[in-house]
């Protein structure tokens, strides 16, 4: 027993006198500066308490932004290894935080440090990031729409919009007037100062609604604030026929839209409103539902009487032109856009044109 216990003993020893490095700290934090300071630096000390030199392989930051400065040189036994940490702020408003890998030649082998803070942005690069002022609470956006792109009937997806807080005070931005379809976050809720902040949506494509379906709600950058900002949404929901067989896409309605344009020739913005018409006819062998149809612009409006074509049959759409309501230009050049459930053709369009006089 004696002989088993001197050779733990023995064991210890040597264990403790080939112990590696201790890093003082893993984690450095910068607190608040600003942007205008430049790189800024700290220092990660590791101190040798084993028996042999240890050495510095690499150390590597998770980003160009960051860079570790070291030497490769064995430290001697009590001796301390230095990796000096620089951070380039310049154009990276906010809250930060960067990984460092360090790599040595004996234990520890592997170690992760941290380095964080918040930059305080200057003028000059919040107005390239963040363009958009919420009157003057000191609220920036980067844009005000968030278009979402095509998406499907009934289809869930996500957009954001980037924020940051230019004052000196913690705020708590919120929305309201949310649309129906859409449901909206506030990331974080609580924004320090010189902090960043994401406005996080949702969208729940309408069933009901076709083509371009636009909406809006409205930012307010903090509770009793006397600024808001106006957002607006926009989505082109379509319907999914990927799912379709081969089958029912030969037995799917197929559109035919005659004429394709209308050409008004010469028109006057003096002139009584003018009327035109043009037909939509189902060549296929199902029922053609007309999902939407619309004109964006003002000056143009058309009438359907009815949305249900039989194959074989053909329905006839109203087209008026209101001249007062042209803008300054010298040519009328709207586009009718009609939604329809013909898998090859959903999105039609007829164009209506003229010289304005």
Request: aromatic fraction near 8%.
């Amino acid at each position: 027993m004696k002989r088993v216990i001197a050779a733990l003993s023995g064991l210890l020893a040597l264990s403790s006198s080939m112990a590696g490095g201790r890093w003082v700290a893993k984690d450095h934090d910068f607190g608040a500066f600003d942007e205008n300071v430049g790189t800024v630096y700290c220092e990660f000390y590791l101190v040798n308490e084993g028996a042999e030199p240890l050495a510095i392989i690499s150390a590597r930051a998770n980003c160009g932004c960051t860079r570790p400065e070291y030497s490769t040189d064995p430290v001697a036994p009590g001796d301390t290894a230095v990796i000096r940490v620089g951070y380039n702020p310049e154009g990276r408003p906010g809250k930060f935080m960067k990984q460092i890998r360090v790599d040595c030649d004996s234990d520890p082998m592997r170690t992760a440090l941290t380095i964080h803070g918040t930059v305080i942005g200057a003028s000059n690069t919040l107005r390239t990031r963040f363009p958009v002022n919420v009157g003057e609470s000191g609220v920036k956006l980067r844009t005000t729409t968030i278009p979402y792109g095509k998406v499907y009937a009934g289809e869930t997806t996500g957009q954001y919009i980037e924020g940051y807080n230019a004052t000196s005070d913690s705020i708590r931005p919120y929305v309201t007037d949310v649309p129906k379809y859409m449901s909206v976050m506030m990331q974080p809720e609580a924004v320090g100062p010189g902090e960043q902040f994401i406005i996080s949506t949702v969208l729940h494509a309408p069933k009901s609604e076709w083509g371009a379906v636009t909406g809006s709600f409205v930012f307010h950058p903090d509770k009793g604030s006397d600024y808001s900002q106006q957002v607006e949404t926009v989505a082109l929901v379509s319907e999914d026929f990927s799912r379709l067989t081969d089958r029912e896409r030969a037995e799917a309605p197929v559109i035919d839209v005659d004429p394709v344009a209308i050409d008004l020739e010469r028109i006057s913005k003096t002139d009584k409103p003018v009327k035109w018409s043009f037909s939509i006819a189902n060549r296929g062998k199902s029922t053609l539902l007309i999902r939407r149809i619309s004109c964006g612009d003002s000056a143009v409006e058309v009438k359907l009487k009815d949305s249900k074509v039989k194959p074989g049959k053909s329905v006839k759409a109203e087209v008026t032109v209101y001249p007062d309501r042209i803008g300054n230009t010298e040519l009328l050049n709207a586009r009718i856009n009609i939604i329809a459930n013909d898998p090859e053709r959903s999105s039609t369009m007829v164009r209506v044109v003229g010289e304005v006089k």
